[in-house]
Every structure is written in C-alpha cells, then in structure tokens.
DNA sequence: CCGGCCCTGTGGAACGTTCCAGGCTGTCGC
DNA sequence: GCGACAGCCTGGAACGTTCCACAGGGCCGG
C-alpha cells in the first residue's frame, strides 16, 4: 500500500533521483547501463509515477475530462469511443465523469474535473447553465458536444438538428402524411432545433396548421408522457416525430399498449439511430449522427486550443442523416 | 489559463496562505472577517483549490477509479448509478475510464488511474488477466464487480450466476422443454459459472444427453455467431438460454431473418434484464441481477479497506432472480 | 500584576516530480 | 600538452498544497 517513489528507485539502482526521471520520461542523454539500472530497480519495486505529482510541476496532466450527462444514453457511447481513441492517439487519456442528468452533480462533476487539473473539457450534452460552462472555459479549453453554444472561449461540435428535424418531415410528407405531430426534447440537447425543423418544414410545405408539438424529454419516459398525451388529441395524428430515439421507444411501448398498430395507424420516426432500436419491436425510422467523428472532432478542437494556441472560437455542425426503416409507412386511407 | 494559487488568494485578501488553508478546508479557529475576506479574494478571482497538489501531502485524492470494461453494456450503467451514489455519499468522487473490452487498453486505463492515485479501484467486468488485478491490488483497495474473483487482497461482489443458469433451466423443463441449448460467453464475465450452472441443472433434471452449448460472446455478435451455429444442428433445440441479453438480441435478431418465430418456434431466455430488452422485438424472459446494489456494494468494499483497515477478503454473491415474459412457451407439439 | 491558556494567525518543511545549471571524465584537434 | 566539447550525471529549486510548531495578544484567575 505504500507507493515506491523515484527516490526508492534511485535508492536502489545507486544513482540520483534525477538520472531515473530522465530514464522514466525516455530522455536522451542515459548510458544503456544506467538506464537498465533504473528499469531493473523501478521493476523490482512495482515503481508507477505518480501523475499528481508530475502535473505540479509540468503544468500539464495529460488527460482530458469529459463530462457525459446521462450514461444510459447510448448516444454517448460512441461519442466516447471517439473521444477515447482521439485522445490516446494524442498522448492523453480520457477520464469520465457523470452527472446522472441533474444539474447540481454536473457541475459537482465538473468542478472535481478542474480540480484535478485535467488539460481540457469535453462536456457531452451538459445540463449546466451557459455560465458553468463559460466559467470552466475560462481555466481550460473546453467544448461542447451535442448541442450548439453560443458561450464566448467555448467550441461546439454537434449535428444539424434543424436540418435534421426537416428531414424527418420531409420524408413523411413524402409519404403522404399530414397531420404529423412532435413529441419535442424538453431542455435536452439539440431539443430546440429539431422542433424547429419540425414546424419550419411544416410550413414549408404548407401544414401549418397541422403542427402540434407536446412536451416530452431525451428519456423513455418523456416519450411515454408525450404519447400519453398524443392520444388525447382530437384526431390523431397520422405520424408523430419523437424527439430521439430513448422516447421514440418509450412511445411505441405505449402505442402498443394502446393496441395502435405501427406504421398501419400510425407512423413513428426517432432521432440518433441507436443500435438497440435496429432490434426494437419494430425496427425504427430515425436519424443518424455521426456520433463517433463528433467524439474525435471535440478532441480535435481542445487539442488545437491547447497545442496550437487557438482563441477564436469554432462551431462545427456535421450533417445528419435520414435512415428509413419500418415504422413509417403511408397513412391508412381513412380513419 | 492561468489558475490563481492560494498564494495569489492569500495576497489579495492580506494574510498568509496557511489562514487561506485553513480557511478552504473549513477547519475551525478562524475569524469570521478573515474567513469573510478570503472567501471573497477567492470568488474574485475565480480560485479552485489544485486536487493535484492537495492529493501529495495528503495522501488521499478522495477519488475512486472505476474501470469499465464496455461502456456499450447498459449492465454497466445501472453499476455505475450505485457506485457514484455510494461514492459521493462517503465524501469520494467516482471517475470513469474504459478500455472497450481490449485487453491492453484496460491495462492501461488501470494503470492512468493508478498514477493519478486514486484511493480505490472498482473494476466492472475486468478483462485484464489476474495479475494484473493482483497488482493493482497492490497499491490500492481493488473490487472486482461482476465476476467472482480469487486474488489475494482482491474483494469481488457478483450474483450467482451458477444459480442463475440454473433457474432458467428449471423454468424451461417446468415448461416442458427437454432439448435445450446454449449460447455461452466465452471468456466473459460469469460466463462459466452461468454455463455451468446450465449443465448442472440439465443433469439434475436428467437431460444430460441434450446438452449442448455453443461458443458465444457477451456482445450482440457473439449471439449472432452462437444462433447461427445453432442452427446448423440436427434436431433443433425447443429451447436456448442465450449467455446475456445483448447477445440473446443478436440470436432473436438471426431467429427472425431465419423465419423461425418466438416462441412459438423457439423459446429465447437471456441474462441481465437490460432496459431495452422489454421493449424489444418481443419482451424477452431473463434473468435479474442486482446491479445497482453490486455497484454500491463494491463501493462499500472499497472503503472497509480504506477506512475501517479490513485485511481479509470478501466475496459478496447476490440471488439472481427470474424474470418470465414472452420469449418462452411451451415446445411445439411434435416438429 | 503575573502566569497560563485560548484564540487566531504565521512561516517553513514536506509531498513526488521536473528542470535547470552545472560538474566530472575522457577524447579530439591542433 | 592543453583547451574545447560531448556525454553522462548530479543537486537544488520549484510546483501548490497541508500540517506542524510556534507566536502574539487578550483574558482570566489567583
């Protein structure tokens, strides 16, 4: 339990603590006896550098924090593949940290991030206010990932939501559908543009009228609500565009409930295109992002901050992707 | 950039930096004005106390290091949930890192944590070899979290898979199933137990002859891969217990393409009651584990040996219990 | 009025590293 | 034979904290 420190080490292979850090950070300059010497001693010893230390005095710690607001997302997951392997590739390690979608713990997340002096922030879909992330920006680069920021000194790397939102009715119009309804995010991220996709389009294509959007939220549960409240509606819907893919399961577990067949009632389009709703009971309309490249962008833009010295500040938007599969089909001919 | 001190907070507020310490950590004997005025220096100039630093005289980071093995396995989200809940309620803060079920990165993502210090190691589902459990146990109170383990100095907390495997099999033959298969998870955590806990209680029930079990892997592909060799097989089994859920989705995913019906055709039963599994294609049977409580139990370990001294080993096994839905009938009449 | 103690506050050492300035040898060129 | 220089190695200062020993002042009791 008592960590061997490079004094044991050097202790031990009779030489100065200086000549094994020089041999522990692989710098030049060390007799090939010597630096068998210290191997063989740090070895001996179960001899780990202790990082703590080491990023006191470079002031650098060679990790990059990420902040992920919801682990049971699976939107993240491969967002933080991405991130993973971009940092590795860069000579930094990724530590995760959660806030189980409650704002507080986020920025309790965040905060013991800072504290540990970690080199950047990746901040997945936070919760925050605008000003814990522009106060977290201040002390490290720092960007956001899945959502737009408009926070001065902080990136942005997310999808076209907006874009993605058009899509989703562009395609159901095509179908034939009408009266297309939307179960919107709530405050998640991205939830706003993708509405507005929503009745942008609509207009657009002259359904005005038709635009209903009820409250929902990036969980199962916000998909159940929404589609709960869906069914009150007066006629119902012929199509409804679930603000992703966690409530679009959620909604067609209370459409099946209800004994509404999908897509011969009703239509159903998500957004993520996670891989679990390609095995959902129907498997689901939905829209892709590129989630892995938006994990190696963010780390890409606090690399740029950190090693090249940016100070403007970058918004990358990646396009989306429509992926058709069963749950949408045209509209029954009347009801 | 650049993160003000506590000598800087100290200057600014007009007294040494020790009163600043004092102040910071809330000990006592502190007047109210000087507390008042170092409280104010610091907000003014955005000061966070350096973990790093705090972490080398102490000899405590008041951190814990988790190691998951597959960010993708929602089994690992509901551990987590316990662990930070558990974590933080002790004062500690949990920090994730993952090495996507590669050995190599595993090994290194113990080893990030390891040099950072961390006062405890919880390590969901390890896939490193023991030794390198062994030694990180070395240097650190170390859970393993959802594999029996039978290192020295190492505590682990799981279910009983054993038993495990052996419900579903009873519920099966309670069914009137007699020619069940299974698709087991090769070198994946549990995996052995639950396969044998199959074999055992297919011998008890006197169908020794009709075991068969197939290579697998806890990942979609490996029920992909075990569902297909299945297939392949003289007889078809009635019946197939499927090493966890997400490869049981890949088996039912590759059932569907065959236009081979469940249950009807097949009966399907999984492992770990994973969310989305109920509203999958069809809900499917499974088996619970405890996950939540695994997670804060492996916490609770962890702090019996850092702060209550325990030397001694613990091994904490959880009842599984099973869940029926709909991926299991009754065999067919005569095939 | 003095000794002691409590209360508040201070400086310095230590934690485990890195980095800098410099110190030996030994070889080479002239 | 001597200066220069390369190659290898060293001690000490510094990083931002905590903790310890101690200091000054006020107050209290005798």
Chains 1, 2 share one sequence.
Request: glycine letters at 10%.
């Amino acid at each position: 339990m008592k960590h061997p420190t490079i004094h044991d080490v050097a202790a031990r292979a009779g030489v100065s603590k200086s000549l094994v850090s020089l041999v522990m950070r692989e710098a030049g300059n060390v007799s090939e006896s010597s630096r068998r010497a210290v191997l063989d001693a740090a070895r001996a010893l179960g001899y780990r550098p202790n990082r703590a230390a080491q990023a006191l005095v470079r002031r650098r710690s060679q990790i990059l924090g990420v902040l992920v607001s919801d682990l049971h997302n699976p939107f993240f997951h491969d967002a933080v593949d991405g991130i993973d392997a971009a940092a590795v590739e860069h000579g930094y390690r990724a530590l995760l940290s959660t806030g189980h979608l409650v704002t507080k713990q986020e920025a309790q997340a965040i905060d013991t991030l800072l504290e540990l002096r970690v080199d950047g922030l990746v901040l997945a879909s936070p919760r925050v206010t605008s000003a814990t992330v522009a106060e977290a920006a201040q002390s490290v680069p720092t960007v956001v990932l899945g959502r737009s920021v408009r926070v001065d000194g902080v990136d942005s790397v997310h999808n076209d939501d907006r874009l993605g939102g058009g899509l989703v009715v562009d395609h159901l119009v095509e179908r034939g559908h009408e009266r297309i309804a939307h179960i919107h995010g709530g405050k998640g991220a991205g939830a706003r543009p993708r509405r507005s996709g929503y009745e942008a389009a609509m207009n657009r294509h002259g359904l005005g009228e038709h635009i209903l959007a009820v409250p929902g939220a990036f969980t199962e549960q916000g998909g159940v609500d929404g589609m709960r409240r869906l069914l009150t509606t007066k006629p119902l819907p012929t199509a409804v565009f679930v603000a992703n893919d966690l409530s679009a399961m959620g909604a067609l577990g209370v459409l099946d409930d209800a004994g509404i067949t999908v897509p011969d009632d009703i239509s159903v389009v998500g957004y993520d295109n996670l891989r679990a709703v390609e095995y959902s009971r129907i498997s689901l309309t939905t829209v892709d992002q590129p989630r892995y490249d938006m994990g190696s962008i963010a780390v890409a833009l606090v690399l740029e901050r950190l090693e090249e010295g940016r100070r403007t500040d970058r918004d990358v938007v990646l396009p989306p992707t429509l992926v058709v599969r069963d749950t949408t089909a045209p509209p029954r001919r009347r009801r």
